[in-house]
């Protein structure tokens, strides 16, 4: 069993409830629709404000965040699996973009 040296373990869980869906990676770059230092409760705000927001990514080994971040708020949802980013994915999204995929990617070519 792991066991968080962090003293609040709750920022390690992540929640699918509500309006977004965790995801471990970061969107891809470009396709920004906003980028801000905020809170996660107000990364939450603006990608659910945000007309076409697929989605919030930012800089970080765990789910969520305290304190304030760098949050890149995006239209389009590929991605890669990158431990060190979280994605918070905009649930019922109708863009374009797949969701990324979940796993390690496929060996190039």
Not at 21 to 30: E, K, P, Q
Not at 41 to 63: D, I, K, M, V, Y
Not at 70 to 85: A, L
Request: with cysteine; aromatic share 10%; glycine share 8%.
């Amino acid at each position: 069993k792991l066991l968080l040296a962090h003293p609040n373990r709750a920022i390690f869980e992540p929640r699918n409830a509500g309006p977004f869906v965790h995801r471990v990676g970061a969107l891809a770059a470009g396709h920004d629709l906003d980028v801000r230092l905020c809170t996660f409760a107000q990364a939450e705000e603006r990608a659910a404000a945000l007309p076409n927001c697929a989605g919030f990514t930012f800089n970080s080994a765990a789910p969520r965040f305290e304190g304030v971040m760098t949050v890149h708020f995006k239209d389009r949802r590929e991605g890669n699996n990158d431990w060190r980013w979280q994605t918070w994915l905009t649930a019922g999204w109708t863009g374009d973009d797949p969701a990324p995929t979940e796993g390690p990617r496929s060996a190039r070519r």
